[in-house]
């Protein structure tokens, strides 16, 4: 069965951090672009981060730039999102999405979804 699954989602206080995780399976995740998008209520979906096939180039977006960081680790055909800084403003659903050829703006392209994992940032 071919599905991501994400995980690490959770309750935090302003200013604290969370790491997102987003496992593959059935399929080799390094093959892919990989996406993080997110979700509030009452929101649009928005692309907040991006990883390239073979970590040529990311991105984030203008939002979370210099708080969040995505990485790969092939081994484990798992990407992260390493979530420092929180805001209470970061709360929502946060999904991962892989594609052979995608980008942060364009969901999609995307093939795989995972079925999202809740992040509250409060106190």
């Known amino acids: 069965q071919l599905q991501l699954v994400e995980s690490g989602g959770g309750l935090v206080q302003p200013g604290g951090s969370l790491r997102l995780s987003c496992a593959a399976s059935?399929?080799?995740?390094?093959?892919?672009?990989v996406g993080w998008f997110r979700q509030a209520p009452g929101k649009e979906r928005e692309g907040i981060s991006y990883i390239s096939k073979g970590d040529v180039r990311t991105n984030y977006a203008d939002s979370v730039k210099g708080r969040f960081t995505i990485s790969r680790d092939n081994a484990k055909n798992t990407v992260y999102l390493q979530m420092n800084g929180l805001k209470p403003e970061d709360t929502a659903i946060y999904y991962c999405?892989?594609?052979?050829?995608?980008?942060?703006?364009?969901?999609?392209?995307?093939?795989?979804w995972g079925q999202g994992t809740q992040v509250t940032v409060s106190s």
């Open positions: 999405a892989a594609g052979v050829i995608a980008t942060m703006t364009a969901p999609g392209l995307y093939e795989y």
């Open positions: 059935g399929f080799t995740l390094d093959y892919y672009a």
